[in-house]
């Protein structure tokens, strides 16, 4: 089936340590983004691309990094510079289109923990 | 980009109809108006969108208001299962652009049995 898939679901990590996010769809989609959650909040857009080797800054892109090699698959990299990393990090895509009206398929989510 | 307003949270009864609102009062002429529900520890999932006319899904109805400032999401028969937060947001259709998507904190909808 189409979809996508964020892995790991549940990641630990030392203060100090980068972290790579996975998510890959197989869905065809051109965009794709990157979202952050924090308990009992909305959510907060870090990262998006539009098409393969671009990408855009989000609201809260301070901390992290992002590439788009391939057109289904856009890691996410929170690095050191993240002062508060742990948060559930959410991954959604969509397909291009002229009329721009598509909906965002989301992952499941990856649940980062900084010890 | 455009915002939208939600209530914090609403409370409904199993099986009777659940009205959510959201204010978008600086929506574009090319915006299109969204809602997404998250489960607890779940990805966001779409449930409706429409532009000027009231639309309608199995999961759900959006009525847009004629000056667009402003819409609702129906939820004709509410269940246990409908217990989620409910965001609305825009999205500009416009050109090559694919906007930024900001969701807001949306509404808590609390069903009781």
């Known amino acids: 089936d189409g979809g996508i898939t964020q892995s790991p679901k549940y990641l630990f990590r030392k203060e100090g340590q980068n972290v790579t996010l996975s998510c890959e769809q197989n869905l065809n989609h051109d965009a794709m983004y990157w979202y952050r959650q924090d308990p009992g909040q909305g959510l907060r857009l870090i990262y998006y691309s539009q098409i393969v080797n671009d990408f855009q800054k989000g609201d809260i892109a301070e901390g992290y990094s992002v590439s788009r090699e391939k057109k289904e698959s856009f890691p996410l990299t929170v690095t050191s510079a993240q002062k508060n990393p742990t948060a559930f990090y959410l991954c959604?895509?969509?397909?291009?289109?002229?009329?721009?009206?598509?909906?965002?398929?989301f992952g499941e989510g990856s649940r980062l923990t900084v010890l | 980009d455009a915002k939208t307003t939600q209530p914090n949270s609403m409370e409904s009864n199993e099986e009777e109809p659940v009205h959510l609102p959201c204010n978008h009062s600086t929506i574009s002429g090319t915006d299109y108006i969204h809602w997404y529900r998250q489960l607890p520890s779940q990805g966001p999932e779409y449930v409706i969108h429409g532009l000027t006319s009231n639309v309608n899904n199995r999961m759900a109805s959006l009525a847009i208001a004629e000056d667009r400032k402003s819409s609702t999401l129906i939820l004709h028969r509410a269940t246990l299962r409908d217990a989620a937060v409910y965001y609305c947001i825009l999205r500009d259709k416009g050109g090559t652009s694919y906007g930024k998507l900001t969701f807001g904190q949306g509404t808590i909808l609390t069903v009781h049995p």
């Open positions: 959604a895509s969509t397909e291009k289109g002229g009329r721009n009206t598509g909906e965002l398929f």
